[in-house]
């Protein structure tokens, strides 16, 4: 068989391997064949677990009505929107609700004017103008244009304002546009608590992206958000290999570069050679022992840390009286939000659906048992469980790394690493979403082929708004 002209490896099959392999495929067509090396299973982070012979989203439950690279995929994949099951929310205190959603629209605005004032529209209206501008880079992504670095990418849809938002805290973004300290300690907090499991001190670029998420409507796969990935990596029919990418070493190759990309499976140990690598899972020393041979100069560590976060998905009963209801019946909450409280022991917790919701599906009464997830920093001990539901049938706990520690750096790490290879999960570091991450594999797939076919043209242009409008 013929070498193919573009050997091309993808570390890792989660979300942001599965859609770089299809948008890869997408620009160069039949001229790229694909590795795509995966050593745990196709989905990565957007996993289920099995609770009665039914799946639940473990994380990575929820999609914005505005992730439209998500859109398409459901769309190109013949996937659909799973049925919505309303459910009301409330803020807790650790002693009280600070704040509970009621079934009238305008009841729950009079409660937030009543307790914060004009606070939320001024919540409203800041992270409408981050969101407006960051709709650009569909057009631009549209037009094939790209950016080498995440700090070119966010100067090109709101100037450097943007990138300072990766340096500054959304609580000062927010007190500076007119929000309360009230506000933010209550409401902004308890978002970002369910959402990073961290506090108000998260960048605001991060910040704006997550409270978008809570504000506007919001969706998900039916099966399981992971289809997509799956779906992506059939379509394109990459070869998936089970093995444990441990090394990428630098040789030279007529005058191109070649990357031998050295991996441990099951089988032992391999390496297969190619002209082009995307890595797709973090490259921080905490997160791996991954090596880079033979780069001069070397490729430097990336600084930064992750933050710890544990779901328990739980089958049992509620107990609502340690949230002041001593009749179950008359809980209302399919979700309990915190405040930023010392005692409190969890971040974040709801009455989820499974995965396939039938048409006569109804969510389960506050006095029966139901399935709860539950978002904390730790893993729960048999009293903190004690202490949320009155007994249970089962407890299943993933812990994962999952968020950088947003507190912990101020640098975004690179998207070029050498010649033709590219890191893909440095885009958390601006902000952590599943339509961040296949906006940054689009920019990759892009960057990847403008580089390759010497489009400079197309990477890093000033002024896009302007050429894009001339262009249409």
Request: aromatic share 12%; charged share 20%.
């Amino acid at each position: 068989r013929p070498r193919p002209s573009l050997p091309a490896a993808v570390v890792g099959a989660g979300l942001g391997g599965s859609a770089v392999a299809y948008f890869l495929q997408q620009h160069f067509g039949p001229q790229v064949q694909l590795d795509v090396y995966e050593p745990s299973g196709v989905g990565g982070r957007l996993a289920t677990v099995t609770v009665n012979k039914q799946q639940y989203e473990s994380r990575g439950a929820s999609i914005h009505a505005l992730s439209l690279h998500m859109q398409d995929f459901v769309k190109i994949l013949g996937l659909k929107h799973r049925r919505e099951v309303a459910g009301k929310s409330a803020i807790f205190s650790g002693e009280h609700f600070v704040l509970e959603e009621t079934d009238w629209y305008l009841l729950n605005l009079f409660r937030l004017w009543w307790h914060y004032g004009i606070s939320f529209l001024r919540l409203q209206m800041w992270v409408e103008e981050v969101m407006e501008k960051f709709m650009r880079i569909y057009k631009y992504q549209a037009h094939g244009y790209a950016f080498s670095s995440l700090e070119e990418l966010l100067r090109s849809l709101g100037g450097d304002a943007f990138v300072n938002m990766t340096q500054r805290s959304v609580a000062e973004a927010l007190l500076e546009v007119g929000v309360t300290q009230r506000f933010v300690d209550d409401v902004i907090a308890a978002v970002l608590r369910s959402s990073y499991g961290q506090s108000v001190l998260v960048p605001a670029f991060a910040g704006a992206m997550s409270l978008a998420g809570a504000q506007g409507s919001t969706w998900a796969v039916e099966g399981g958000n992971k289809l997509v990935c799956s779906g992506l990596l059939k379509l394109t029919k990459a070869n998936v290999i089970p093995a444990r990418v441990t090394g990428i070493s630098l040789h030279s190759s007529e005058g191109r570069a070649l990357y031998q990309v050295h991996y441990e499976g099951s089988e032992g140990q391999g390496s297969a050679f190619y002209d082009m690598v995307v890595v797709t899972t973090p490259l921080h020393p905490s997160r791996s022992n991954f090596t880079f041979g033979n780069f001069e100069p070397p490729i430097a560590d990336f600084p930064g840390a992750f933050q710890p976060s544990v779901t328990s998905v739980v089958h049992g009963y509620l107990n609502s009286s340690y949230f002041g209801f001593p009749d179950p019946k008359l809980f209302p909450f399919a979700s309990i939000l915190t405040t930023d409280t010392p005692d409190l022991f969890f971040n974040a917790m709801d009455n989820i659906c499974p995965v396939n919701i039938s048409a006569a599906f109804r969510r389960k009464q506050p006095q029966e048992a139901a399935v709860w997830r539950v978002l904390s920093q730790q893993p729960l001990d048999k009293q903190q469980l004690k202490t949320l539901f009155r007994s249970y049938y089962s407890v299943q706990v993933t812990e994962w790394q999952t968020y950088p520690r947003y507190d912990a750096t101020k640098s975004l790490p690179p998207i070029v690493l050498h010649e033709n290879l590219f890191y893909l999960s440095g885009v958390e570091w601006v902000a952590s979403s599943m339509e961040m991450i296949v906006v940054a594999a689009k920019n990759v797939a892009l960057l990847a082929h403008n580089r390759w076919h010497q489009d400079l043209e197309k990477i890093d242009q000033k002024d896009l708004m302007h050429k894009v409008k001339t262009e249409l």
